[in-house]
């Protein structure tokens, strides 16, 4: 199959991407706290998958490093491999970010991950209950510090002072492009097929869209990468 998919691309027309290699991130991580229990998010992975799914119809080779649930993507060209954890969606993203050409963190990674996973499940006993938190590998930061030719774009989830956050976020991750939705817009952030959205670019150039299905945002999202 791949070989056949390779030949028709390579007799196929003319595409923007083509010969491109593009890594995307998507869905929600999984921090382990014992065998049966985790601290997740709400994220489906359907912008994601919208994101690799358009990029490989421009021709692109996607490599899709996906989350717990993040459905399946549908194209020849995207390699879609699973992980649970923010550490193994780093060590994946590691791996294939040196080769590739642009790389979108769409993914919602914890922040924080338990301190110690219990081997057994945890008992439960009388009174209250806490579990210490540390630092969560920031997969894009890391990215952003090492990267050299790549387009690196983020995305940034937010709920007050959106353009000043996502502007802050651009700097402190050294980003070509941040993706902003806001939890105010009804229809958009977790869950639905709809996002709106706004762009800001390195230059502090703002474009703000309407609402639209995630594979119409894929598309405004990919539009302004091509031009990048
Ligand atoms: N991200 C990441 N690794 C993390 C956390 C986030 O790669 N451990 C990426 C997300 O994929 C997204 C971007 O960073 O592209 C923004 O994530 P967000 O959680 O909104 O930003 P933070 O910098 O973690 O800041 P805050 O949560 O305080 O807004």
Redesign the pocket.
Known sequence: DHIQAYFEKYFSVQKPLDSQKWLI?AGPTYEAIDPVRFIGNHSSGKMGVALAEHAAENGAEVFLISGPGTPKADHKFIQQVYVQS?EEMYQACVVHFDACDVAI???????YTPEIVADQKIKKKAGDFSIDLKP??????HLGSVKTSQKLI?????TNNEIE?AKK?IV??NLDLVVLNSLQDAGAGFGYDTNKITLIDAQNNITTFELKTKLKVAEDIINAIIKL
């Open positions: 991130t923010a963190l769409a993914a919602a990674v914890a922040d969560a590998k920031d997969i894009l930061k983020g995305f940034a989830l937010e956050n976020k402190s991750k």
